[in-house]
């Protein structure tokens, strides 16, 4: 009987030592694999593509979406001398036939939010790019 009891004290405090390195070990591979998986979702993708996504008309709302994602991400800043780029970008955008009113609300409302110092100019070319729609 002493034994038994001691057999099972072991096997208790062998669970109790091996279980959170496996709930930690198990942690760390699935926050890996979400990091590879974010990553291979915007692996391919830059600025240029993302012009060429907007301006073809074959287009789908899904990758227009991710390509909005993209630049809200990693290229929502204007540069000082980059306002033009971002007019043709906009406008190409804005007037493509599978946009949607939430992703120019959610693209117009990035940029202004990141670039306070040109909401005018923003908004004018907001407004003749929805103008431009057929």
Do not use: C, W
């Not at 120019?104 to 990141?114: E, G, P, S, T, W």
Request: glycine share 2%.
């Amino acid at each position: 009987m002493n034994i038994d009891i001691t057999i099972l004290l072991i096997a208790v405090a062998i669970t109790l030592l091996v279980l959170p390195i496996l709930v930690l070990l198990y942690v760390v591979i699935a926050s890996s694999r979400a990091k590879r998986a974010a990553q291979n979702s915007d692996s391919g993708m830059s600025f240029e593509k993302v012009e060429k996504i907007f301006k073809s008309s074959h287009s789908s709302r899904s990758k227009l979406n991710d390509a909005v994602n993209y630049i809200i991400e990693h290229h929502v800043e204007i540069p000082p001398n980059g306002f033009k780029k971002y007019e043709g970008l906009i406008t190409s955008l804005f007037s493509h036939k599978n946009v949607d009113k939430t992703l120019v609300l959610k693209f117009d409302r990035a940029l202004n939010k990141a670039n306070p110092q040109s909401k005018k100019a923003l908004a004018k070319v907001l407004k003749s790019a929805l103008n431009a729609r057929d």
